[in-house]
Structure formats: structure tokens, C-alpha cells
């Protein structure tokens, strides 16, 4: 369970790192979280799935709020592997093919996230996410659970960036980029 995720503070910001796409694998930052920006084909249009953080901070949010399912990497945890574990648990499916690095970028409250792409074709209404727990209201002394998202939603790729969270909107460009490109010669972990 994701408890740690940054599901509190929408972030305003954020500052891309572009020379980190070739940081060495294995090599961590703290704090680091790791999540798959998931794709379909329809035709001739590219798809995206992103989710919405579930929470009371969440509730009445929408523009600017959707984000791909992701989470912290545990330690000695490749972010491949902790990418995959946090999609399955976070939409409760199971992950088939290869993983393809789009890159590292840093949220505003300082969090780094290596992200992903993976084209799969998922049935939203058979979403369902893992739970969190955390005192609600605030200062009650009562602990609730919550869904760590309560909805997936397929967006279309040239037309996602509005509902994405302003940090993450740099991970669209780097799918479409990585859709155009031509070098196929490269290990999927490798882009």
C-alpha cells in the first residue's frame, strides 16, 4: 500500500529533467516514486489512461488533477519493477509487455518521478483500486479509508494536457515523441 504518494498537495510546478533520461538505472533519488503512462490505439488517435487521486483533498477537483498511476519506489527496488507493482495495485490489473522508459521529471514538492509507457488496452469499468487510510476530518482522531483513485479514464493523447496535473503534462510530449520515433534499435529500458 501507497500511503506516502503525495496524494495531499496538488503540485503547481514542475521542473523536467531532461538530461536525467540518461541517468544510470539503478541509481535512485529520494524521494522517488515510479508509474506507467498507459496508451491505447483508436484508429488513428492515441488514447491515454489517467487516473484521479481518490481523498477528500480530491473530491471536487478535476482540471489540472489527473495523473498516471504511480509510487514510491521501496528500497533496492529497480523503478521498472516499482512502476508495474504500483499500476497493478493502484488499478487492480495485471500489466502484460514491455515497460518503455520516457524519463525522469520532478514534481513541485520535490518529488522525482521515473515514468513509463506501456500500450494496453484496460476496461476502466473494471478498475479497482487498493485502499488508504488516513485521519479524516483532520484532527478528529478518526481514521477513514479512502481509494487511493475512484475513477480511470481514457483521454485522447492531443488533447489530455489540460486534465493532467501541470507537473506530469511533460510526459505526454515525451509519449508522442517516443510514438514518432524511428529507433527501434534500443532496448525498451533503454529510451
Avoid at 482540471?63 to 498516471?68: L, M
Wanted: proline residues 7%; contains cysteine.
Amino acid at each position: 500500500m501507497n500511503t506516502g504518494d503525495g496524494h495531499i498537495a496538488a503540485p503547481s510546478r514542475c521542473i523536467c529533467l531532461a538530461h536525467e533520461r540518461s541517468r544510470p538505472r539503478g541509481s535512485v533519488m529520494a524521494p522517488m516514486s515510479a508509474g506507467v503512462l498507459l496508451y491505447r490505439r483508436r484508429g488513428a488517435e492515441v488514447e491515454v489512461l489517467l487516473v484521479h487521486p481518490g481523498g477528500p483533498f480530491w473530491r471536487n477537483q478535476d482540471a489540472g488533477s489527473w495523473q498516471i498511476p504511480k509510487g514510491l519506489i521501496e528500497p533496492g527496488e529497480e523503478a521498472s519493477a516499482a512502476a508495474r507493482r504500483e499500476v497493478e495495485e493502484e488499478l487492480g490489473i495485471r500489466l502484460t509487455g514491455e515497460l518503455h522508459r520516457l524519463g525522469q521529471l520532478r514534481q513541485a514538492g520535490g518529488k522525482s518521478v521515473e515514468a513509463f509507457a506501456l500500450e494496453q488496452q484496460v476496461d476502466i469499468d473494471a478498475v479497482e483500486s487498493n485502499l488508504f487510510e488516513m485521519e479524516w476530518p483532520p484532527r478528529s482522531g478518526k481514521m477513514q479509508s479512502f481509494p487511493e483513485i475512484d475513477e480511470a479514464r481514457w483521454f485522447a493523447l492531443s488533447s489530455a494536457s489540460p486534465s493532467m496535473l501541470i507537473s506530469q503534462r511533460p510526459l505526454l510530449d515525451w509519449l508522442a515523441d517516443y510514438l514518432r520515433s524511428d529507433d527501434s534499435s534500443a532496448s525498451p529500458l533503454e529510451r
